[in-house]
């Protein structure tokens, strides 16, 4: 199982998105891939918890159809996002991979989800963590499909 976790300005919110699933999913057949804009969140990501790091934007379209999972925040599906940061093949990549995503919604990206709960980030990175695990346990076990029930 790969896991892709992409997060870009300083990496802060990848970092704990990292660390909080390496607690949750600490074996051996999950792999944790940190995908950074730039290479202090890749840097950051990385001294997290992750197996492998790579940065920029070759680096997260090559991956992200090579993953199972792609962990984040809604911004990886906005073009210019982050600042900039988020290039619109970036977020294409993203968006036409066949990776489940489960993905935070934040404000910042200037999207307003409707339905969803406004909780503080550790909150909402501990139900998006809590997901993923269901998700790997279920691939293992058969029981959850992980590309959309196909």
């Known amino acids: 199982m790969r896991i892709a976790v992409i997060d870009g300005q300083g990496g802060g919110i990848g970092k704990v998105m990292v660390e909080k699933l390496r607690l949750s999913l600490a074996r051996e057949d999950v792999e944790i891939i940190a995908l950074g804009t730039n290479a202090l969140a890749s840097a950051l990501m990385l001294k997290a918890g992750a197996n492998e790091a790579a940065s920029g934007e070759n680096a997260i379209i090559y991956n992200a159809g090579r993953v199972d999972i792609i962990i984040g925040t809604i911004a990886v599906l906005i073009a210019h996002s982050m600042l900039g940061e988020f290039t619109p093949a970036m977020a294409a990549a993203v968006a036409a991979s066949p990776a ?51």
């Open 100 to 150: 489940k995503k489960v993905l935070l919604h934040l404000n910042r990206a200037n999207v307003e989800v409707v339905g969803v709960v406004d909780e503080p980030l550790p909150h909402l990175v501990d139900q998006l963590v809590e997901r993923v695990r269901v998700l790997v346990e279920g691939k293992k076990n058969h029981r959850i499909p992980l590309w959309g029930g196909h």
